[in-house]
């Protein structure tokens, strides 16, 4: 695998799981972080011509132009566009009458208005890519259909905005060969999904490059889980 692949926030988590996994793999990896963290660091010491970084803000057009201005002074083309930065900002699952709706908005600046700026910004070099690829990170958390939570109002209904908005922008962009996902990457631990959780990010990582190389047609479903299968709006 050799593509140019732009990725947010590859700082912790599942960004910087998936972003050591594709370089091992022999991708070229262009990062937008709003902080760097010592992983990272050493990851672009060991891959320093294949590991670009780039400070951003996703929630922010300025930041996101700014920096897709940069990666277009380094390629002409990008293969694949990874939305995974995204925040979670009621962990502690409020009932409505306890809820604080300040955190609302900069959830939806960041889960839903973020990777549509990014995609904005990025579609004329994914234009010019060869596998022609936009995956947002989406949750089961956003599915409609299966929903039984009674909390958790904001990271859901951020997801499920995120999930219209991929179809959309599918519906829009496949005359041109590009393929969207909004991708349920499983449940695994890190800062947003906790130690609970089954997996490591390196193994939800695995699955989710396995897809990356071989994902729906352009006629196949938009709102997958990591092995591809439908999931339900
Ligand atoms: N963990 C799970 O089990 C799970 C399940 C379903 C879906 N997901 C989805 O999978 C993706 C990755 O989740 P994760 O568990 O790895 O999350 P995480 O550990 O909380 O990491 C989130 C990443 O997003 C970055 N980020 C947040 N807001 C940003 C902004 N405005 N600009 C730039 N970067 C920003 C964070 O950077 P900072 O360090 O700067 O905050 C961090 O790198 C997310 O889209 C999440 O919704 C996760």
Redesign the pocket.
Known sequence: MNFQILI????????LALAEKLLADGSFIHA????ESVELLHLREKYPDNLQLYP????DENSVRQSLHKIAGQVSALDIVLN?????LEQSLPLLEQVDFSVYLPTYQ?NVI?PLMVIKNALPLLRKGRKKLIVN?S?E?GSIGTCGRQSEYSYCMSKAALNMASQILQNAVKEEGIKVLAL?????S????GVA?PIP?SEAAEQIVKLLLNPPGLDGPVFVDSQGDTLEW
């Open positions: 947010t926030g590859a700082n912790r988590g599942l960004g937008i972080n709003r902080h951003g803000d996703i929630s995974n930065a995204a925040v979670h960041a973020g990170f949750s958390a349920h990457p499983g449940w695994f890190s800062d947003m999904g959780a990010p």
